[in-house]
C-alpha cells in the first residue's frame, strides 16, 4: 500500500503571494491532518478533514485554509505569505473512527518566504 | 507548563549505549506517538501505544497512563539512530496531535 504522499516537496514564494499544498492519504483513509512546523514553535496542528467536511481547527489565522475532495485527497492553502510562514509543512492521514489513533506522516512540502 | 514535555533537549551517545528518552504529558486520550525525523526529512511513526510495552527491533516503548509517563529506549544505539525523537499525544477525538518539543539524539561512532 503506497504511504502519504505530498507535492510539492520544495516551494519558493515571495511575500504576498498564495501557495497551495497537495495530500493524497493512504488509501482507504478518510481524514488527513495538516500540520505546520517550524524552528521557533515546533509542530502545529492546522486542521483535520475527515469526510470532506472540517472537522477539527488549530489556532491558525484565516489565511490558512483546506479542503478535502471525495477522493480523500487533500489541500491546503495559505493566503498573503508572510515570512513566518517558512516551516515544513506536513499531513497525515488516519484510518477510519474505530481503527485506531495511528497517524501516518507524509514527507512534508518545505515552504521558504522571500 | 507544556502539555507535553520531554526529556532530555539534547542527548549525545556513543556507539552501542543504551538510551532513554522521557515524557509526560497532561492533556490526551490515553494514548501517545513516538516519532522520529532525521535532518531535512519527513516524520516516521515509531509506536502508537495505549498501554504497556512495544518492541520493534531495538526499540522499545512503555507507557504508564495513571502517571501520564511514557519512555522510549534504544538498545545497542547506532549513528544511524541519531535524530529528533518527537512524543505526540491525540486529543479526545484522536486526530488533532500535541507534540513534545523534540529530543535531538546524536550517536557518535
Known amino acids: 500500500k503506497a504511504g502519504v504522499t505530498q507535492t510539492p516537496r520544495y516551494l519558493i514564494k515571495t511575500r504576498g503571494q498564495q501557495v497551495t499544498l497537495s495530500c493524497s492519504p493512504i488509501s482507504g483513509h478518510r481524514s488527513v491532518s495538516w500540520y505546520q512546523q517550524t524552528p521557533g514553535q515546533g509542530l502545529q496542528f492546522l486542521f483535520e478533514?475527515?469526510?470532506?467536511?472540517?472537522?477539527n481547527k488549530g489556532n491558525f489565522p484565516g489565511r490558512f485554509s483546506g479542503r478535502q475532495f471525495s477522493n480523500s485527497r487533500s489541500e491546503m492553502n495559505v493566503s498573503t505569505l508572510e515570512l513566518g510562514d517558512s516551516a515544513l509543512y506536513l499531513c497525515?492521514?488516519?484510518?477510519?473512527?474505530?481503527?485506531?489513533?495511528?497517524?501516518?506522516f507524509g514527507p512534508g512540502t518545505r515552504l521558504t518566504v522571500t | 507548563k507544556n502539555e507535553v514535555e520531554q526529556s532530555p533537549q539534547n542527548l549525545t551517545a556513543q556507539e552501542g549505549e543504551f538510551i532513554t528518552i522521557n515524557c509526560s504529558y497532561s492533556v490526551g486520550i490515553s494514548a501517545l506517538h513516538w516519532l522520529q525525523q532525521h535532518p531535512g526529512g519527513g516524520i516516521v511513526s515509531l509506536f502508537m501505544l495505549s498501554s504497556g510495552k512495544k518492541k520493534h527491533g531495538r526499540l522499545i516503548a512503555t507507557i504508564n497512563i495513571q502517571e501520564k509517563h511514557s519512555s522510549l529506549h534504544i538498545t545497542a544505539s547506532h549513528p544511524r539512530d541519531s535524530a529528533v525523537y518527537i512524543c505526540a499525544v491525540p486529543e479526545t477525538s484522536g486526530s488533532r496531535l500535541t507534540f513534545g518539543e523534540g529530543t535531538q539524539l546524536t550517536v557518535n561512532p
Open positions: 497525515a492521514s488516519r484510518g477510519n473512527p474505530g481503527q485506531g489513533y495511528e497517524q501516518y
Open positions: 478533514y475527515f469526510s470532506e467536511t472540517q472537522r
